[in-house]
């Protein structure tokens, strides 16, 4: 048997024991990390496994890809709308947070390890950021409801506060190391790591996606194949330019993420299950690198360090920016409480001993215990302080549950699956009576094992799959026609134009879309708008209704049969 032979065994064995303790965390109350981490300790050298490896050179290579995937996956994740919702405080937060969470956490570190003052700001800076994906698959597992904001602003700075971490580290290192001036020098690293790494991103992101959209490839499955290539190329080019690789491939996952291009979903989940991945073999790989019993050696003063961090530090970074930004207290304080450690620490604790920094094996081992103590306090009690502060809300309105999207190649056109809840506008009514916009049609209906042939007169059902072909400019507006009802009728409605069949009743388009016109509910939208208008309608007519305006799009001869619908404030 070869060497070879074994060594994929035993990942075998390790990922597949990762993936079904994963499955633990909701009950356990446990971030994933945590039980990944545990994996890799029990199979290490002082655990029933008793796999030597003390490789630091290996585990930062495998923690530097899995890291940079999971950087990019969360980047293809991250919604536009969100980064402009709270881009400002979650920018600070990212910057100016992790700043003065590294400082006090430094400053700390250094009394209680009886360190120079490099040393402890060198701990600081590896244990300032945060974890977004260990906070909320705990808040999603919990049946936990936060407001969107607070969501988003969680979200946004918990993904974007890597590279300053990662900056702050790799600056104290030269300044350690290579003697690197404190000042100008530290100050010249940043806009060079900054800099090129939000450049290079930004290219890299707008490069790939008109390549993916040009090219032609014969199987489907390279397509995710080549979104990673791209993301890594944005990693690769970056860092060889001594900039930022990190934050390069974060901007390029945003930027690709929030593009359209063919196979996407199947592009998203590719690279969901491709940073789980990661994920698994980063920490069961890390928790190989530890030696349990040197962690016994720090226990007390990394239980100090996390007590400062936890208490003192995040707190004092978070409490005068979200402020600022008009966060209540209950709302700081919940922030406050979700600074919880992950991936990025342990991997950055794993630096000091490439870069062969006198006292890294210490440093190490702290960071460990660091984070082993803030993501099991800190997560299983964030159910808990969620519904102390008052902060949880009721589960949301049934959503459009969009199960799959399949591009229809050079078509500019989607396939969405959606299946409606049992409060969904679309449940209980005729297909007809959906108000759909035009253009768009219901391509089949299943419900249980049986397949429904779509025709006006089929009566909807909750739990029923509707197979819908749509341009991408009218998904907001079927999204809202398959979600739940709201709860009052005020609805945030697309500022993008609306268009529907002129035999639109103005009944079905208040239930679908809670548009509300002065006119009786069994009209026709053609027949509305001829009533309202002084003179017989002509292409390019227009009519206030209220909040909205209605436009005459289409006729033929003297009918009316496309309306245009549009918010009084965006009228054209």
């Given at each position: 048997?070869?060497?070879?032979?074994?060594?994929?065994l035993?990942?075998?064995?390790?990922?597949?024991?990762?993936?079904?303790?994963s499955?633990?965390?909701a009950?356990?109350?446990?971030?994933?990390?945590?039980?990944?981490?545990?994996?890799?300790?029990?199979?290490?050298?002082?655990?029933?496994?008793?796999i030597?490896f003390?490789?630091?050179?290996?585990?930062?290579?495998?923690?530097?890809?899995?890291?940079?995937?999971?950087?990019?996956?969360g980047?293809?994740?991250?919604?536009?709308?969100?980064?402009?919702q709270?881009?400002?405080?979650?920018?600070?937060?990212?910057?100016?947070g992790?700043?003065?969470?590294?400082?006090?956490?430094?400053?700390?570190?250094?009394?209680?390890?009886?360190?120079?003052?490099?040393?402890?700001?060198?701990?600081?800076?590896?244990?300032?950021?945060?974890?977004?994906?260990?906070?909320?698959?705990?808040?999603r597992?919990?049946g936990?409801?936060?407001?969107?904001?607070?969501?988003?602003?969680?979200?946004?700075?918990?993904?974007?506060?890597?590279?300053?971490?990662?900056?702050?580290?790799?600056?104290?290192?030269?300044?350690?190391?290579?003697?690197?001036?404190?000042g100008?020098?530290?100050?010249?690293?940043?806009?060079?790591?900054?800099?090129?790494?939000?450049?290079?991103?930004?290219?890299?992101?707008?490069?790939?996606?008109?390549?993916?959209?040009?090219?032609?490839?014969?199987?489907?499955?390279l397509?995710?194949v080549?979104?990673?290539?791209?993301?890594?190329?944005?990693?690769?080019?970056?860092?060889?330019?001594?900039?930022?690789?990190?934050?390069?491939?974060?901007?390029?996952?945003v930027?690709?993420?929030?593009?359209r291009?063919?196979?996407?979903?199947?592009?998203?989940?590719?690279?969901?299950?491709?940073?789980?991945?990661?994920?698994?073999?980063?920490?069961?790989?890390?928790?190989?690198?530890?030696n349990?019993?040197?962690?016994?050696?720090?226990?007390?003063?990394?239980?100090?360090?996390?007590l400062?961090?936890?208490?003192?530090?995040?707190p004092?970074?978070?409490?005068p920016?979200?402020?600022?930004?008009?966060?209540?207290?209950?709302?700081?304080?919940?922030?406050?409480?979700?600074?919880?450690?992950?991936?990025?620490?342990?991997?950055?604790?794993i630096?000091?001993?490439?870069?062969?920094?006198?006292?890294?094996e210490?440093?190490f081992?702290?960071v460990?215990?660091?984070?082993?103590?803030?993501?099991?306090?800190?997560?299983?009690?964030?159910?808990?302080?969620?519904?102390?502060?008052?902060?949880?809300?009721?589960?949301?309105?049934?959503?459009?549950?969009?199960?799959?999207?399949?591009?229809?190649?050079?078509?500019?056109?989607?396939?969405?699956?959606?299946?409606?809840?049992?409060?969904?506008?679309?449940?209980?009514?005729?297909?007809?009576?959906?108000?759909?916009?035009?253009?768009?049609v219901?391509?089949?209906?299943?419900?249980?094992n049986?397949?429904?042939?779509?025709?006006?007169?089929?009566?909807?059902?909750a739990?029923?799959?509707?197979?819908?072909?749509?341009?991408?400019?009218?998904?907001?507006?079927?999204?809202?026609?398959?979600?739940?009802?709201?709860?009052?009728?005020?609805?945030?409605?697309?500022?993008?134009?609306?268009?529907?069949?002129?035999?639109?009743?103005?009944?079905?388009?208040?239930?679908?879309?809670?548009i509300?016109?002065?006119?009786?509910g069994?009209?026709?939208?053609?027949e509305?708008?001829?009533?309202?208008?002084?003179?017989?309608?002509?292409?390019?007519?227009?009519?206030h209704?209220?909040?909205?305006?209605?436009?005459?799009?289409?006729?033929?001869?003297q009918r009316?049969?496309?309306?245009?619908?549009?918010p009084?404030?965006?009228?054209?």
């Amino acid at each position: 048997m070869f060497l070879i032979d074994q060594i994929i065994l035993l990942a075998a064995i390790l990922i597949i024991f990762g993936i079904v303790s994963s499955k633990l965390s909701a009950r356990l109350g446990l971030p994933v990390l945590v039980l990944f981490l545990m994996v890799g300790m029990l199979a290490g050298e002082d655990g029933p496994g008793g796999i030597v490896f003390d490789n630091a050179e290996i585990a930062h290579a495998l923690g530097s890809l899995a890291l940079a995937i999971i950087l990019f996956d969360g980047g293809l994740q991250t919604p536009m709308t969100s980064v402009k919702q709270v881009w400002k405080p979650a920018s600070v937060l990212a910057t100016f947070g992790v700043l003065v969470t590294a400082v006090i956490t430094g400053v700390a570190a250094a009394y209680i390890l009886d360190l120079s003052l490099f040393y402890g700001l060198l701990i600081g800076a590896i244990v300032g950021s945060t974890d977004a994906a260990a906070v909320f698959s705990l808040l999603r597992n919990a049946g936990i409801h936060i407001n969107p904001r607070l969501k988003a602003t969680l979200e946004i700075e918990s993904a974007t506060n890597d590279p300053m971490a990662i900056f702050l580290t790799v600056g104290l290192l030269e300044v350690l190391v290579k003697s690197l001036e404190p000042g100008t020098g530290l100050l010249m690293l940043f806009v060079q790591q900054m800099g090129i790494g939000s450049v290079v991103g930004l290219a890299a992101g707008w490069l790939s996606v008109r390549v993916i959209n040009r090219i032609h490839l014969t199987t489907s499955g390279l397509y995710p194949v080549m979104v990673a290539a791209f993301g890594l190329l944005a990693f690769g080019v970056a860092a060889n330019l001594g900039g930022s690789g990190f934050l390069a491939i974060f901007i390029a996952g945003v930027v690709i993420g929030n593009s359209r291009f063919v196979f996407q979903r199947s592009t998203f989940l590719f690279h969901d299950g491709l940073a789980w991945l990661g994920q698994i073999i980063m920490f069961v790989i890390l928790g190989l690198l530890i030696n349990p019993s040197t962690l016994l050696d720090v226990w007390f003063e990394g239980l100090l360090i996390a007590l400062v961090l936890t208490l003192l530090a995040r707190p004092l970074s978070v409490l005068p920016v979200l402020k600022l930004f008009g966060f209540s207290i209950k709302e700081i304080t919940l922030v406050s409480w979700v600074g919880l450690r992950g991936s990025v620490p342990i991997i950055l604790a794993i630096y000091p001993l490439m870069y062969g920094l006198p006292g890294a094996e210490l440093i190490f081992s702290v960071v460990f215990f660091v984070v082993l103590i803030s993501a099991t306090v800190q997560g299983s009690t964030l159910p808990w302080m969620a519904r102390a502060l008052e902060l949880t809300e009721p589960a949301p309105v049934t959503p459009a549950a969009t199960l799959e999207i399949t591009a229809l190649g050079d078509v500019d056109a989607d396939i969405v699956e959606y299946q409606l809840g049992e409060s969904s506008r679309a449940s209980g009514r005729r297909l007809s009576q959906m108000a759909l916009p035009e253009g768009t049609v219901v391509a089949m209906i299943t419900r249980g094992n049986e397949v429904i042939p779509p025709r006006g007169s089929t009566l909807l059902h909750a739990g029923d799959h509707l197979f819908i072909v749509m341009k991408p400019d009218v998904r907001d507006f079927v999204d809202l026609v398959c979600s739940g009802i709201a709860k009052s009728d005020h609805l945030e409605l697309p500022a993008a134009e609306l268009k529907l069949k002129g035999y639109t009743k103005v009944e079905d388009l208040s239930h679908s879309y809670g548009i509300k016109l002065a006119a009786d509910g069994y009209l026709s939208l053609d027949e509305a708008l001829r009533q309202a208008l002084a003179e017989a309608p002509a292409v390019g007519d227009s009519q206030h209704f209220g909040a909205v305006i209605l436009y005459v799009r289409e006729m033929v001869g003297q009918r009316i049969t496309t309306v245009g619908i549009a918010p009084a404030a965006h009228a054209n």
